[in-house]
């Protein structure tokens, strides 16, 4: 390994390591990690929860509450979302309802700087 790449710097360590890995895999590829949190049955029950019902627009739930019931990590929760659902998470914010007196100022204010922009 020295002789073939000297401009890297190999530690005995690494190596080591790295034989290691040789022979108990026949290869020097890197194993990859399982998350259990993101298995089948746990994208389900988060897909399940996630989205709105059809005939019940707005029932979904937040990453905590979906959190709080699958026994899930909030953040195991996100990235399911993200990288297996592949949806966005959004953050829900309450909207402002609107009088009758706001809409009327509105009106107003909107058609007085119009008038004031002279139509452009």
């Given at each position: ?10 530690s005995l360590?690494t190596?080591?390591?790295?034989i ?9 590829e ?13 994208v389900?029950?988060?897909?399940e929860?996630?989205?709105s ?7 979904h739930?937040s990453?905590?509450?979906?959190a709080?019931?699958?026994?899930i ?9 993200n990288k297996d ?6 953050k ?6 609107l ?5 009327v100022t ?15």
């Open positions: 390994m020295i002789k073939e790449f000297p401009a890297r710097k190999w360590r190596l080591n390591r790295l290691a890995l040789i022979d108990s895999t026949g290869s020097a890197r194993k990859q990690r399982n998350c259990p949190s993101r298995s089948h049955d746990n389900a029950a988060v897909e929860l996630i989205m019902q059809g005939d019940q627009p707005g029932t739930r990453t905590r509450q979906i709080r019931e699958t026994g990590s909030q953040a195991s929760v996100r990235r399911i979302i659902l592949r949806l966005k998470c959004f829900k914010k309450r909207s402002q309802e009088t009758e007196a706001n809409k509105r009106l107003v204010r909107a058609k007085q700087m119009l008038s004031a922009d002279g139509g452009h």
